[in-house]
């Protein structure tokens, strides 16, 4: 089992930057690959970064390629999502996820149904 606990959300200007952070509990997120997927009102899930279980190899939604970085912590049992240059649309509830990952640690999933664990999600609103 695996329990996530995402943080560093709230409200920040158009052009600004957040940090979120995921802190995960159980013995197993060495054995997980991770990703943000994040929910907007009235819009469906949607995948927003991945990393891979060794942390070598990582994914971006177009949306945020550029503007975000995602990273781990292994000895944190942490994952990070800096956001710079937030825009109105980044509104949403961002939600970190954890995809257990028994083989080479190189993939990252980006499809939401491939995710084990999901975290409460955390709020992100940006103003104009």
């Known amino acids: 089992q695996v329990q996530l606990v995402e943080s560093g959300g709230g409200l920040v200007q158009a052009g600004g930057s957040l940090r979120l952070s995921c802190a995960a509990s159980g013995r197993t997120f060495s054995s997980a690959a991770m990703g943000w997927l994040r929910r907007a009102p009235g819009k469906e899930r949607e995948f927003v970064a991945a990393i891979s279980r060794s942390g070598g190899n990582t994914y971006y939604a177009d949306s945020v390629k550029g503007r975000g970085t995602i990273s781990r912590d292994n000895a944190k049992n942490t994952v990070y999502l800096q956001m710079n240059s937030l825009k109105p649309e980044d509104t949403a509830v961002y939600y970190c996820?954890?995809?257990?990952?028994?083989?080479?640690?190189?993939?990252?999933?980006?499809?939401?149904?491939?995710?084990?664990?999901w975290g409460q999600g955390t709020q992100v609103t940006v103003s104009s």
């Open positions: 996820a954890a995809k257990r990952d028994y083989g080479l640690g190189t993939k990252t999933f980006r499809l939401y149904f491939e995710y084990d664990y």
